[in-house]
């Protein structure tokens, strides 16, 4: 299984920033794709999560914030950030499990400037 994300960068504080996640070597369709972020001197945390049927869950500190969607035909997933915040500032990871075991994307850094 490989992940593949991208589309990190540096933002103003308020504006937008879309990730993307790519995953390989998997029946992409018949998985739950995951979001986490994790801040500097902090554990990892769950951001997002969309099913293989497309319900969404969300953590309270983005709800009405961040959109993840998927895209079966691309095998892609993605994270639309809107109204950042500096406490949005973190890595951010991909996340599938296949065959009980735990697959990460390279993460990809979101710098978001007051």
């Known amino acids: 299984v490989q992940l593949q994300a991208s589309g990190g960068g540096l933002v103003q504080s308020g504006g937008s920033l879309t990730l993307s996640c790519t995953a390989s070597r998997i029946m992409f369709t018949h998985y739950d794709i995951d979001w986490y972020r994790q801040a500097p001197g902090r554990q990892r945390e769950l951001v997002a999560t969309i099913s293989s049927s497309f319900n969404t869950n969300y953590a309270d500190s983005v709800k009405g914030r961040f959109t993840i969607s998927r895209d079966n035909y691309r095998d892609t997933v993605t994270l639309h950030m809107s109204s950042l915040k500096s406490e949005d500032t973190a890595a951010y990871y991909c996340?599938?499990?296949?065959?009980?075991?735990?697959?990460w994307g390279q993460g990809t850094l979101v710098t978001v400037s007051s």
């Open positions: 996340h599938v499990i296949h065959r009980g075991q735990n697959f």
